[in-house]
């Protein structure tokens, strides 16, 4: 990805400079100038990674049941509590996922006619990768699109967004309607599938012999050549095989109860999609150990420059950071405690031996929360007098800590109006590293990066399709079925290894079980990751307006008392499940509906 940067600087280089050579009308310069400029064309496509919409921090998760922000001026607490509106949208990806659809469109309508090389044959493989390159980026732009404002409309459409597959010049026609949400998926799945074509599975270096054949045939001979054009050093853009996993989380979303009525992709589909990645780490047996914390130190310092972790489909680029530990990182460790865990999903998490806290089978104790409990819990989440910081200081949240003055104070009572401290008796533990040190007498930065796609994303998305489609035990000719997904997950995760997981045995015949806990486990799973906003709305279920509790910690008298609070209460109204077009545009275009409700 630092080369895409680079080519990107070099454009702005190229175009500032040019005048120095030979005065031009405007400080403009034409499209045809990337026919004879490779750099300059690789620019236009650095375009559409800049705008990729992912991110490494957790945004909608404080607009859902397992999060809220401490930060009165969040928008998307706003979003939450009733300010949610088609002109204020935290939510939107409408110009940036359009403006990135733009700039492949530029680059597709013009990739032949670059001469990326005076030899033939090396110039028909960059064309085929940089091609494949653009058809996957404009699937993923489309997905995201497609994700925040498909829905339907007054009267009983499942619409998606105007489909544009040209570069739109001054002459278009800007007032154009928008599609179905078939015709979208459609043209996401025809991107995806020729980007596939097109593009190596993965970039590496490879040896005469691993040559693939369409360029054998076409006199390629010397691997030298072709890793001159999807070696090493191409590691980080997209490959064939993140293409093959945007599909299957198209397929998802496609089957998904708020979408099935509107579209022919089946749950079979999606099953079938996630499986063919899958398939190519021999399934189950591929499922990454440490998978569950990929963003802890010993996951991330010996990756090689490009290399992914095991658990990893794509990522962003490794940097040195500390803005999530500043960001949420408790008061007392100077950070400001943002991200706030909710009870609810701390409730979330089974006991140990894999029951639910609510099965009297589990053994949870509510006078002790936080013993014999799903080993994820401590692994995500700061509870009281949990460690956290790199001298594993302890966290002492409940209301007899009086020790420290109040812009350090962990307290969520004492300190509630600082704006620091937690809402909800928890802070947040995933994604950070613990090496890190806000303190500004250290201010002690790490390596972190996003992980944009995993594969325990995809093994849950195989799970949940496949329940549908086949029931937890059937696997439609595959080589695992959900049932033995989730049964290896849970054994990652240290969950029922001394019962044999008996709560998953006594649910594996019943598919409406099963379903819930295969929900459950993504959302444990997948937390934080701004997953779960999108989740609850495909599957169309209350949650989405589900009170935010937490946990209030007193000590009157020697022991621990735990009281349930609750903190925020959401405000989301039927239409909300799926978004609205922005307000700017409607009142723009006369032919752009907006979505019922809106």
Request: with cysteine; proline share 5%; hydrophobic share 35%.
């Amino acid at each position: 990805m630092k080369n895409i940067l680079s080519l990107f600087v070099l454009v702005l280089l190229f175009s500032a400079c040019d005048d120095l050579f030979e005065p031009a009308i405007e400080n403009n310069r034409g499209l045809e100038a990337m026919y004879n400029e490779p750099t300059y064309a690789q620019g236009i496509l650095a375009n559409a990674y800049i705008l990729l919409p992912y991110s490494g921090t957790p945004n909608s998760d404080v607009a859902t049941d397992d999060a809220v922000s401490n930060d009165n001026s969040n928008t998307y607490l706003a979003m939450a509590t009733g300010s949610w509106t088609a002109n204020s949208n935290p939510l939107s990806q409408w110009q940036g996922r359009r403006n990135a659809i733009q700039y492949l469109n530029l680059f597709l309508a013009n990739v032949d006619q670059v001469v990326w090389s005076k030899d033939e044959v090396i110039r028909t493989m960059y064309n085929d990768r940089l091609k494949g390159e653009a058809y996957g980026l404009r699937a993923v732009q489309m997905y995201y699109l497609l994700l925040a404002h498909g829905g339907w409309t007054q009267d009983g459409r499942l619409l998606g967004v105007p489909i544009l597959t040209e570069p739109e010049t001054a002459s278009s026609d800007f007032n154009l309607p928008r599609n179905t949400f078939q015709e979208c998926v459609d043209q996401i799945i025809a991107d995806a599938n020729q980007a596939i074509e097109l593009l190596p599975l993965d970039y590496g270096d490879i040896a005469d012999a691993e040559i693939p054949n369409k360029y054998k045939t076409l006199g390629v001979s010397n691997a030298g050549d072709y890793n001159r054009v999807n070696g090493n050093h191409m590691r980080g853009r997209i490959t064939g095989r993140i293409v093959e996993a945007v599909r299957a989380q198209v397929a998802l979303l496609s089957a998904s109860p708020a979408y099935s009525a509107g579209t022919d992709v089946s749950w079979e589909d999606a099953a079938n999609f996630a499986a063919t990645v899958l398939d190519r780490i021999n399934g189950v047996s591929g499922l990454a150990a440490n998978g569950g914390i990929w963003y802890e130190k010993n996951q991330v310092e010996n990756l090689a420059s490009g290399a992914n972790h095991a658990e990893i489909i794509w990522r962003g680029d490794i940097g040195q950071s500390i803005t999530l530990e500043t960001d949420n990182f408790p008061p007392s460790l100077y950070g400001r405690g943002r991200v706030n865990p909710t009870q609810n999903l701390v409730d979330a998490f089974p006991t140990v031996n894999g029951y639910p806290i609510t099965d009297p089978a589990s053994g949870y104790d509510p006078a002790n929360p936080y013993a014999n409990r799903d080993p994820r819990l401590g692994k995500y989440i700061v509870v009281n007098e949990s460690q956290q910081g790199p001298s594993s200081s302890t966290i002492v949240i409940g209301t007899y800590n009086l020790d420290d003055n109040n812009q350090n104070n962990d307290n969520d009572v004492i300190n509630r109006e600082s704006g620091l401290s937690t809402r909800t008796g928890y802070y947040l533990r995933k994604l950070m590293r613990s090496d890190c040190n806000p303190d500004p007498q250290y201010n002690t930065e790490q390596k972190h990066y996003t992980a944009r796609i995993r594969y325990t994303e995809l093994f849950l998305a195989y799970a949940e399709a496949a329940n549908e489609a086949w029931g937890p035990t059937g696997n439609g000719g595959h080589a695992y079925s959900a049932y033995d997904v989730i049964k290896a997950i849970r054994q990652r995760a240290g969950i029922g290894l001394d019962n044999d997981d008996a709560y998953l045995e006594s649910v594996k015949g019943d598919q409406d079980a099963m379903r819930q806990l295969i929900r459950n486990e993504r959302r444990l799973e997948l937390c934080f990751e701004n997953q779960r906003f999108w989740d609850l709305r495909r599957w169309k279920v209350a949650n989405l307006n589900e009170t935010a509790r937490g946990m209030q910690i007193d000590k009157p008298s020697g022991s621990l008392i735990y009281s349930s609070i609750n903190v925020e209460i959401r405000d989301y109204k039927d239409y909300m499940y799926h978004g609205p077009i922005p307000y700017g545009e409607i009142q723009k275009w006369s032919n752009l509906e907006q979505n019922v409700g809106w």
